[in-house]
């Protein structure tokens, strides 16, 4: 198309200037994707810290005693729930743990480790050495339990129920929950262990179910049966349990959006002011092109086409800027002990949306000097020069 | 012979806000086609006003201008880019080439702008024009490191590109010195021989408005000599 190749000579013509309208919308688009990606991060690893390696859904028996009969017909439907991310059938029960001089108090969590989608309570995230329990016998210990019992990976444990049952686990793994409290009591086997011992037979303690949208999951649980061969069920979602960091998670996710709108529209208002400049500095090649007979039209076209190609430019160079940045940052922004501050969360929808928003944005920063362009009469510019 | 250009009872007031400055009166003129012509007048006379009129890149304030014997109020602002583009030829006082490109392509531009693409008839008539103005070995030169002598000839061999019946040449050689100059209007005479292109010249410079068939002289925005030259002329 012939405002096409006009368009891209005006652009490759001064290749200095270009450069830098291109480098102006870029740093724009930079800071637009460092900023969306470092807030959706801290939101995302905040939201991972709270309920990441916990249960979003627990559904149990609604009698409070009852144990949670024919687990297995409401794990076939939760499979087959593509909302669901992670779910599994827990047993637990207390014990202590005995040693030689002290008993010290501990709860054995018992779930299925058939697949990586049984793993709600992340204890393959958390283990800190060692591996998950593979036999009947093997358990995993929480990190301050093992210190207080001063025992290692690979030795015996004696651990003993309420009613005087005796049962000997052997350590294969440590985990670190992040809670002193937990990590001083737990200890974790395969489902099957904890039924055993504690004398559930068949039956679990209770389903306990992870989402992919937790904040929507009452969508889930709304949709789960409410009776289960006979018997009514519990479902209690993260929320009910956790209101009061909820509200704090609300609040601050509508903060980092407004944060986000004003950085948009500085980026915005920074994109079409640069490119209506530049558009202007060509108003006389269109006086010349007018009086040569190029039609209102083309002559749209020619500037709009200059803002699109320049506005692509632009917000591609900024992606690679935003992310090579927010990759230094993360790379040399560390914590004490090491870790990166954030774990990068990113959004793809935030950012094709941002690349987008920038190349309409700069595409209709065009239109303006577009139509004085198709307006300016020819003749103003050979009298002037 | 057939006028190609007609100027009836044209006025032309330039408004800035309340001043309003007259500057053409009544302006009755016809010019034939294939003719030679030049018009001549002292600084602010009006000459340029009345030539942006004829190539219908302004508007009279009243009165008629046909082109053709077609009266240019009843085409559209899309017939009159087309128009522009194939029947009339511009030549400024400065070449107003486009920076961004070559020799070779300004000259094209107007066929470019015509067909909407390239050509290879068109590259192949643009050479040939370029070759008539002496810039043979200029073609492929950016427009900007030429001499004014050529940036000028290269604005000729672009006027000429779509074979317009007319060619509007204001001060065409104002910049440049006598000998360059006389050599550009002894082009516009083979031209105008040899295609039968209309020219009309605007010129300061009487040596040059006494070559041409006929000279129309204006002073304060009125024709005061309509003098048919064509004996002058035909001596020459
Ligand atoms: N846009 C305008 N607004 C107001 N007055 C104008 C405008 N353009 C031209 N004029 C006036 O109209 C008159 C004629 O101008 P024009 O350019 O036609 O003269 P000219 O004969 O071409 O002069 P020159 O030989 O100097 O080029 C001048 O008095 C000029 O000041
Ligand atoms: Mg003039």
Redesign the interface.
Known sequence: MFALSIAKRFITHNKTQSFFIVLGIAVGVAVQIFVGILIDSLQANLIDKTVGSSPHLVISNNVDTANLNRFADLETQLKADTRVTKFTATATGNVFVLTPDKGYPALIQGVEFTSSQNDVFGFQKNLMSGTLPATASDALIGQDLLNSLKTHIGQLINVADAQGNKHTLKITGVVDTGVLSVNQTLLVTDLKTAQDFFGYGNDAASVVVQVKDVFNVEKVASSLPTSLAGQQLLVKTWKQTNAQLLSALGGQSSSSLMIQIFVLLSVVIAIASVLSITVMQKSRQIGILKAMGISDRDAIWVFLIQAFMLGILGASLGLAFGFGLFGSFITFAKTADGSPIVTPYIRTIFVSLTWLIAVVAATFAGVLPARKSSALNPIEIIRNG | MANIIALQQVNKTYKNGALETPVLFDINLNFAAGSLNSIIGQSGSGK?TLM?IMGI??QPTSGDVLINDQNIQTLN??DL??????TIG?I?Q?H??????TVLENTL??A???D??LTSAATMRAKELLDLVGLANWMDKPSTQISGGQQQRTAIA?ALMNNPAIILADEPTGNLDSKSSDSIHALFCTINREFKTTFVIITHDDRIAAKTERIVEIRDGRILNNADNTLVFKNI
């Open positions: 340029t942006n890149l302004d602002k899309n880019a087309k128009l522009r583009n194939q511009f400024f400065f107003y080439l486009l920076p961004e490109y531009m107007p470019l702008i015509r909407r693409k672009r």
